[in-house]
């Protein structure tokens, strides 16, 4: 059964302190490995979609990387407008499983 | 384009209504799904289309109904409304081939 792992479930950070978000999962036949960002009261809005093991895809302060086991979305130099919380998914085939999500507050 | 829309935004039921969120997408788009969310749980699939007049089962599609007329709409129908069913729904679409789904602003959805 496939299955998506996020870490932390949540996470402070002061504006301009870096980290990263962790997506962990377990699937049979990788097609896709995507990262969603999700503001309240509003629906999913697609960031990325990762292939293979060592791509690595990048938007503004956002960089996703792929490995075998886990995605991380690495942060950089975060903004208070970063505050969300940010769904990881995974496809394989014709199923797409997501995560729980980590809820990113980003304080002035 | 508008992309994917959904009606009502917000709605409350009594047990044992019947309603239909309404789901359009101007992309020509023939993938389209419906999800849930509740707090603590990933989106969960319910049903979904791969184009006109062609509908399958989800992960959890107990007391919903679809139907896919045109490429443009997929609404949701529940048959009678129970609390277990209060939660957040999404529809989502995306390109035959294409494996990046484009999400809607959502219908919360409260049972009584």
């Known amino acids: 059964e496939d299955q998506v792992t996020q870490s932390p479930e949540a996470l402070r950070l002061q504006e301009g302190e870096s980290s990263s978000l962790n997506c962990s999962y377990t699937?049979?036949?990788?097609?896709?490995l995507f990262w969603y960002r999700q503001d309240p009261g509003k629906g999913p809005e697609f960031l990325f979609t990762?292939?293979?093991a060592g791509e690595e895809k990048e938007k503004e302060r956002l960089k996703a990387t792929l490995t075998k086991k886990e995605s991380f979305l690495h942060i950089t130099a975060p903004k208070p407008e970063d505050s969300a919380t940010y769904l990881c998914?995974?496809?394989?085939?014709?199923?797409?499983?997501f995560g729980t999500g980590t809820k990113l507050q980003v304080i002035p | 384009n508008a992309g994917v829309t959904q009606t009502p935004k917000f709605q409350v039921l009594k047990t044992g209504q019947s309603m239909t969120l309404q789901c359009a997408q101007d992309?020509?788009?023939?993938?389209m799904s419906w999800y849930r969310q509740d707090p603590g749980m990933g989106l969960r699939l319910i049903h979904y289309?791969?184009?006109?007049?062609?509908?399958d089962q989800g992960e959890v599609p107990n007391g919903y109904n679809v139907s896919r007329s045109t490429t443009e709409d997929f609404p949701l129908r529940l048959l009678s409304a129970a609390p277990s069913q209060t939660s957040v729904y999404f529809c989502?679409?995306?390109?035959?081939?294409?494996?990046?789904?484009?999400f809607g602003p959502g219908t919360r959805l409260t049972v009584t």
């Open positions: 989502a679409s995306r390109m035959t081939g294409g494996r990046e789904q484009y």
């Open positions: 699937v049979s036949g990788l097609r896709g």
């Open positions: 990762l292939y293979s």
């Open positions: 998914a995974v496809m394989s085939y014709q199923k797409v499983t």
């Open positions: 992309m020509n788009h023939e993938y």
């Open positions: 289309s791969v184009g006109a007049g062609i509908t």
